[in-house]
């Protein structure tokens, strides 16, 4: 909802969502593979135990989280 009230005319529409798939699919492909790395980098240097990455995953939902809640309630309309 959020990405089809962003644009300013119906024109762009399909661009943005374009970009937005884009960017997606980029998050899909590289987050398992940085998680994998971060995984085995943590046990390999026994970084807390093995652990460390169930850190630096939370934190980042923790971050994740922070910036979901700072979005608006309701979408912008541009008089549709």
């Known amino acids: 909802m959020y990405i089809s009230s962003a644009t300013t005319n119906k024109r762009l529409l399909g661009a ?22 971060l995984f085995s980098f943590s046990v390999t240097n026994n970084i ?22 700072k979005l608006p309630k309701h979408t912008w309309t541009h008089g549709r």
């Open 16 to 37: 943005l969502n374009g970009l937005a798939q884009t960017v997606a699919s980029v998050q899909r492909a590289v987050g398992p593979a940085a998680a994998g790395s």
């Open 48 to 69: 807390l135990r093995g652990n460390f990455v169930y850190v630096v995953l939370f934190a980042l939902v923790g971050i994740g989280l922070y910036f979901a809640a």
